[in-house]
């Protein structure tokens, strides 16, 4: 399944590598700079189950599941879960159930309207990225997140490592949707960002936080009131020519 995932990268201008294995550049590559765009999308986009909104299959059965490429009721009322479920998108069996949490306010459809694009560049060891995102939750709270995940997935899958994007207390990974959930996430960070590499695949990803709390390095309970309706994947850098 991991092979269905595309980079839904596109436009890559590069006029050198900038990155090593540990995510700083190499001092020979100081002076060179990395830049390409950036394109978000939800985990149905890639044949994968959203992983933390749900939807009750059964009514009053208190029982909620990850909404599927099958589930195509765009009006169906999304739900947290009562308890934090981690993320693995591999196993079917993970689909649920799941004890039913709060009702989230919002329909399936609304939820996969979250869309966001942008850029990255690496230039002297600094990160930048200019993203806009659209279709987010009306004054939501959110935070953005730089993940891995091994590659090929492990068996069983033991999750995914996510890091805050910029300071590591979780300082700078903030953002606020405005009225019309429309919001802009523009920062410097150094050093740049690690790409996939053979054995990692690099992403960035958003949370939306029903609760309106951020939990500083922690992205919060997964399912009960943290939730990614969108992720980018990163390329590796031999990809990026």
């Known amino acids: 399944m991991l092979n269905q995932i595309r980079t839904h990268v596109a436009s890559l201008t590069i006029v050198a ?16 700079t990395v830049s390409f765009e950036i394109a978000f999308m939800t985990h149905l986009d890639m044949n994968l189950p959203e992983q933390d909104v749900y939807i009750e299959r059964t009514s009053g059965s208190n029982d909620v599941y990850r909404v599927t490429t099958g589930d195509h009721d765009m009006n169906a009322p999304l739900y ?112 740049c960002l690690e790409m996939s590499g053979n054995w990692t695949t690099s992403m960035l990803a958003i949370a939306y936080h029903s609760d309106g709390k951020t939990y500083k390095a922690s992205p919060g309970s997964f399912g009960l009131n943290s939730h990614v309706p969108i992720f980018a994947m990163l390329p590796k850098t031999g990809e990026i020519n």
């Open 80 to 191: 947290a879960t009562a308890v934090e479920v981690e993320h693995n998108p591999f196993d079917p069996k993970a689909v649920g159930p799941h004890p039913k949490g709060e009702p989230l306010g919002m329909t399936l459809g609304q939820w996969l309207k979250h869309t966001g694009y942008g850029n990255y560049t690496c230039e002297n060891g600094v990160g930048r990225l200019d993203l806009e995102f659209k279709g987010l939750v009306p004054n939501g709270v959110y935070t953005m997140w730089h993940s891995f995940i091994a590659l090929p997935p492990t068996d069983p899958f033991t999750g995914i490592l996510d890091l805050p994007l910029g300071a590591r207390d979780g300082s700078e990974s903030v953002f606020v949707a405005a009225a019309d959930g429309t919001a802009r996430f523009q920062h410097e960070f150094a050093p």
């Open 17 to 32: 590598l900038a990155t090593s294995g540990s995510g700083a550049l190499p001092t020979s590559a100081l002076a060179e």
